[in-house]
């Protein structure tokens, strides 16, 4: 369970805690709370930095003994960068760092809160602080036999009492256990997660929300025309899924698709991948687990629009049964594919959702998808690119992931390289004949299937998961999108 975090007004050096963790900006600048610690100290803070080299660059911390004269037990300083620097981001990266720092105590009391510019709304600083020290504390430790959890439970943080700073707290501890949902699906081994089982976890989440859940298997896939998720899924012995979510909140004027690329497991089927190609591709269906973390939490954020989500989940296997390599695919729209890289498989099963997106009329549809390497070449890890077919729904996209501090960055979708996926027999192949831009004709690919929609595309193969801890993110699956998500369905505005 991540910790809650609840508001108080007490002075820092009176808040009883395990630990207080108190702000201290670059060139060893106090922050608010730190005086108090000084004091304690009889003057000696100053002394411990010099000792300890500590300058207060972001996320640096350094613990400091008290000798009793503080209602904490201990204080922790957390570094904040430049003062003038401190945005929301560096905020939820700073309570990350408390957390982590705190994950032997029961209980934290915090400045971190007050440190943040007087011009600055704290609203959206207390959501910024709460969510990084509930994903700084996530850990995913169901395989670990000398599992060590943290024993954080409650994080005090030290503000004057405001109704909108507590409610950015309750909102924040529902997007952060969303996030951290989504975190555990991924990092859980594709073998103990078939489609079927990610569509049992789905239920179990939804469970109790007003969300509908409807599912396609076997000769339901067929009857919808699912050709592309039939496809890619017909190598595998576990058998692939369609699963549609429905948030239809009473009096809701506008239609907002959420589309997620559920691949539990990625072999590259019969154009396979090398065995370290494979390694991370439990991760494939990041887009799909984002999809369904942010629509478990909607009603409770009470967002006013109607939320359709669409995850095709597959798992894309060689086998005698596979999809080969120049077999042609019809997708839901009717057009035919001629699928020449069965590794490019993300784009064929999005295809069909894009498709039924827009048969059921969304005005908008946003894709989430850990869909090419191409991307992560052009952004690196920590980047999502972001293309679609019309500029306003796009710049959307993009105010939405800056306002929940998800980097993503716009990359175009040339007319002139559309000619790449001209097929000889068929009305598409799924991989460029060129050799470049592999994330922009995947892109473009899936624009065919967008009809006039309003459409916008997440590539997310490099920030979907971490390489190690980093600020808020934990060493394996991010959730990536989750916040984006949500952020974009509570804003949403027909494009
Ligand atoms: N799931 C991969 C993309 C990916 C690669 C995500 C690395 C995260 C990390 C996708 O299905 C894929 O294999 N794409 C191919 C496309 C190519 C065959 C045109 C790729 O990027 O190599
Ligand atoms: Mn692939
Ligand atoms: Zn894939």
């Not at 991370?280 to 989500?309: E, W």
């Amino acid at each position: 369970m991540a910790p809650t975090c609840s508001l108080i007004s007490t002075p820092a050096d009176r808040v009883r805690a395990d630990l207080l963790a108190v702000a201290v900006f670059a060139d060893r600048e106090l922050g608010p709370g730190a005086e108090a610690v000084d004091d304690a100290l009889g003057g000696g803070l100053g002394e411990f930095m010099d000792e300890a080299d500590f300058s207060g660059k972001r996320g640096e911390t350094l613990a400091v003994p008290t000798n009793g004269q503080l209602g904490a037990k201990a204080v922790v300083l957390v570094g904040m960068g430049k003062r003038d620097d401190l945005s929301p981001d560096a905020i939820r990266r700073a309570g990350a760092a408390l957390a982590r720092r705190a994950k032997n105590v029961r209980s934290v009391a915090t400045t971190l809160l007050d440190a943040a510019p007087p011009s600055s709304d704290p609203a959206l600083n207390a959501q910024a602080l709460a969510e990084g020290v509930a994903l700084g504390s996530y850990q995913f430790l169901r395989y670990k036999r000398d599992a060590k959890p943290s024993r954080l439970e409650r994080v005090l943080v030290i503000g004057r009492n405001n109704a909108k700073v507590r409610a950015a707290l309750d909102r924040a501890s529902a997007i952060a256990a969303a996030v951290s949902w989504a975190r555990d699906l991924v990092n859980e081994p594709a073998g103990a997660k078939a489609p079927a089982d990610v569509v049992t976890a789905a239920r179990a989440l939804l469970r109790g929300t007003n969300i509908k859940v409807k599912v396609y298997a076997g000769e339901a896939l067929e009857r919808e025309r699912f050709g592309g998720v039939v496809g890619v899924g017909q190598g595998s012995e576990r058998a692939p899924r369609f699963l549609r979510l429905a948030y239809e909140p009473a009096g809701a004027k506008t239609t907002l698709a959420l589309v997620g690329k559920g691949v539990v497991f990625d072999s590259g089927g019969l154009s396979l991948k090398t065995a370290g190609g494979m390694e991370t591709m439990k991760t494939d269906m990041s887009g799909g687990a984002a999809v369904i973390a942010a629509m478990s939490v909607l009603a409770q954020l009470n967002v006013k629009t109607r939320v359709l989500g669409y995850v095709p989940l597959v798992e894309n296997m060689p086998s005698g049964t596979a999809i080969r390599p120049g077999d042609v695919l019809t997708i839901r729209n009717g057009k035919t594919v001629e699928v020449l890289n069965t590794d490019a498989e993300g784009r064929l099963i999005l295809a069909d959702a894009l498709s039924l997106a827009v048969d059921e009329k969304a005005d908008a549809i946003v894709d989430i998808a850990t869909l090419t390497g191409a991307c992560m070449v052009a952004l690196g890890d920590k980047v999502a690119g972001l293309m679609g077919s019309d500029d306003p729904w796009v710049a959307q996209v993009r105010d939405a992931a800056d306002r929940a501090g998800e980097p993503v960055w716009p990359l175009p979708l040339p007319t002139d390289y559309r000619k790449l996926l001209d097929s000889e027999i068929a009305d598409l192949r799924n991989i460029s004949s060129g050799s470049y831009g592999g994330a922009l004709t995947a892109g473009l690919f899936l624009k065919e299937f967008a009809s006039d929609v309003a459409w916008a595309h997440l590539d997310i193969a490099g920030p979907a998961r971490a390489s190690s801890d980093d600020g808020y993110n934990t060493k394996g699956g991010t959730g990536f999108g989750v916040r984006t998500l949500i952020e974009l369905a509570t804003t949403f505005s027909k494009p």
